[in-house]
T-cell receptor, first 112, second 111 residues
Framework: GQQLNQSPQSMFIQEGEDVSMNCTSS?????WLWYKQDPGEGPVLLIA?????ELTSNGRLTAQFGITRKDSFLNISASIPSDVGIYFC????????????FGAGTILRVKS | DAGITQSPRHKVTETGTPVTLRCHQT?????MYWYRQDPGHGLRLIHY???????DKGEVSDGYSVSRSKTEDFLLTLESATSSQTSVYFC??????????FGEGSRLTVL
């Protein structure tokens, strides 16, 4: 089946640091998305990417759709305590309609 | 916030009993999904619906069935619950490809 390899599995960083995480696959995807899940809640969409090479920002978050269409990156600048949570990448392939494949998630913990 | 309500939010049941989880939306979105979330596995799709009475299987559909008789409601049924179905279940809706809005989750424990 399709798999998205998300790394790192977890991060424990100092407040104010920049954070990078990525998602790779052996398959080509048409859409890459990044979600964040706060404790006890459902995931919330952060950024959606629709074109290879696309770089999109949402506040302190920046995500890129890899040029090979097999990977994506999410960067968080100047982390703050409310960045704590689980970050999921997700990919969509046209051949599979509107179904998304999710990575296993990156757990982000911030030291204040 | 997207109008999605999941019920029940928490349930404890015994092996072999039937369980139904309900997802209700007020957004009139076409697509509805049921995912399960387990540590180390992220979110895995159980079933999804692309319209009233139109459903299809996801990657972990064994042991689950769904029904969608109205646009706003998507039911997930475990005919005979097993301990391996202990999980947190999320409903999601979308109108645009990939851009899912999730409910708050239903935590199911099967003893």
């Amino acid at each position: 089946g399709q798999q998205l390899n998300q790394s790192p599995q977890s991060m424990f960083i100092q407040e104010g640091e920049d954070v990078s995480m990525n998602c790779t696959s052996s398959s080509i995807f048409n859409t890459w998305l990044w979600y964040k899940q706060d404790p006890g809640e459902g995931p919330v969409l952060l950024i959606a990417l629709y074109k290879a090479g696309e770089l999109t920002s949402n506040g302190r978050l920046t995500a890129q759709f890899g040029i090979t269409r097999k990977d994506s990156f999410l960067n968080i600048s100047a982390s703050i305590p409310s960045d704590v949570g689980i970050y999921f990448c997700a990919g969509q392939r046209r051949e599979y309609g509107n179904k998304l494949v999710f990575g296993a998630g990156t757990i982000l913990r911030v030291k204040s | 916030d997207a109008g999605i309500t999941q019920s029940p939010r928490h349930k404890v049941t015994e092996t072999g009993t039937p369980v139904t989880l309900r997802c209700h939306q007020t957004e009139n979105h076409r697509y509805m999904y049921w995912y399960r979330q387990d540590p180390g596995h992220g979110l895995r799709l159980i079933h999804y619906s692309y319209g009233v009475k139109d459903t299809d299987k996801g990657e972990v559909s064994d042991g689950y069935s769904v029904s969608r008789s109205k646009t706003e409601d998507f039911l997930l049924t475990l005919e005979s619950a097993t301990s391996s179905q202990t999980s947190v279940y999320f409903c999601a809706i979308s109108e645009k490809a990939g851009e899912l809005f999730f409910g708050e989750g239903s935590r199911l424990t099967v003893l």
